[in-house]
């Protein structure tokens, strides 16, 4: 009945984790073992079952469980809440406007009062060790900091770098004609972009209390952008009657105490995360990072019990249907679901409440299942590739047509009901992960709050895409959409989109149309500030000579010459002599410098003998 799992695929599970041995009351996460800043979460051996969230297998059966065979004839509850935006949008919205739903405009002024902060106690520390180098580019931070424009300016440009793939971060600024990507140094220069990202803080670190203290709070380093975001996702959007949840991992492989090991998922080290999203749309609207075991003692009826009831608690008693995995689905979280006019479906394991003779049945024949209930809980064991077993308090077993034929029969496909509806509605946030997946910046960092972070942004615009797809009739494309928000943002920053490259020209630059006959004229080097009188090492006798220099092994001599000339188009310094003609004529005119140098020498010498 199930489709095989493949990464983000929707649902698809294993389903023979259901009957394992390590499914037997074991309710802890995939693998979420604190790693004590190392990587000895890494078991394989199925979900953890040191914590059992107090719902370990009983023999007793309470007396609420009056299970009996067969199928009975489920209540439907009737979906009474509305089902889109809660907030007011302009007539004509721009993409910027959905995305400021969601990250408003003044925690980029947060987020660059906490990175200029950081920035100047850091410099300020490194000069008084005297660790602070004479040409670090730490020396270029400016006096008032980066302004929230600024700041605006570095996030669309993080942004477009998950659209454009490179490979070194230092090839956005590349004038190479194969690596050349213009708009990155029109926007920024390299020093000042790596700069705020060295520097990008958000928290103020004064306030921070150690783990171990009374006090600690693991996401502190997120500040309060955390808290800000995850509130507007729930406050924006509101879900339709069938949600879902599950657990994202944010890819990780730095030290943090609470990183985790997932091997079902892509990305299998990093920081975990559970996200309640709605399954008509993927849209993410409760979002919640693990952050190891809580101090606090969970409830009488374990901890996944309060996880799940803590992540619906806005969306209790209006008729939604809750669908989940067999990590959060016990009869007593549906039960007490259903007592809040909420249904819920999901995999089951063996755990507190499931009766002895379901656990005791057998199915050997494809096909073959067996059912009880107890009025309001409905638990289906099936046979097909595995045997797996299942719990709804809102479904039956009767069969229902998939919309598709049998390829050899032609007769229509049908499945049961409680599989049709979990297949079709339990995949929301693999898909939400996917999509964030297709465009998040992607570079490592030591730090796992930046990780957090970036992804948390990335979820804001991808749940932006979701709200403008919602409004509007022809939608672009979600790649399209990132595209067009990080020109907004950009616009909208107060930084001027400068036409030629922002900083000083590197000197291997050659431009596209070197080689093209006309336009190329020598021009002089222009002075900045108190300098007027501006010379360049030329890009053809200095890498010549000290190629040349090396192969006598003469070191002492300075290689090359320098120039006050440029050429007007390629803007590289040259000698005006020969050196003009080699660059504009030659594909390799370090090559062909050599040829001449050691052509005159031979020449020499023939007229000396």
Known sequence: FFKQKTAYEIPKRDWSSDVCSSDLGGEDSDFDENTDNSESSEEEDGRSEEDSDGEEESEEETEEDNWVLGDRIPRRLDFTADRGLNVELPDNPSFSDYFHLLFPENLFDEIASQTNKYARETIASLQRRDRLPQHSRFRNWPEDGVTSGEMKAFLAMITAMGLVNQENIQDYWSTDEVLSTPFFPQIMSRDKFMNILTFFHLCNNDNYIPRGQEGYNPVNKLGTIYSVVTGNFSDVWKPGKNICIDEGMIPFRGKVHFKVYNPDKPDKYGVKSYQLCDSSNGYCCRFEIYTGANQEPPSAKGKTYDLVMRLMQPYLNVGRCLYVDNYYTSPTLFAELYRQNTGAC???????????????????????????????????????????????????????????????????????????????????????????????????????????????????????????????????????????LVKELVRNSGISHSLTPRGRPRRSAEGLTRLQVGGHFPEKILGTGKKSNITRACVVCFPAQKKILKRTGDKRKRPGKESSFQCSVCKVALCMQDCFRLYHTVEDYVAAYIRRHDANNDNVDAETN
């Open 346 to 484: 999901g995999t089951a394991r063996y755990r507190k409440g499931i009766p002895q003779e379901f656990k005791r049945a057998q199915v050997k024949k494809k096909g073959d299942k067996f059912v009880m209930n107890n009025g309001t809980l409905l638990a289906v064991k099936f046979k097909d590739r595995r045997v797996f077993q299942m719990l709804s308090s809102v479904h039956s077993i009767a069969d229902v047509e998939v919309g598709r034929n049998h390829p050899g029969t032609g007769r229509p496909i049908t499945k049961p009901e409680i599989v049709h509806d979990y297949n079709k509605f339990m995949g929301a946030v693999d898909r939400c992960d996917q999509m964030v997946a297709y465009s998040c910046f992607r570079r490592r960092t030591m730090k796992w709050w930046k990780k957090v972070f970036f992804h948390l942004f990335s979820l804001s615009i991808l749940n932006a895409y979701i709200l403008y797809k919602h409004r509007t009739q022809s939608p672009v494309l979600q790649r399209t959409f990132r595209r067009e």
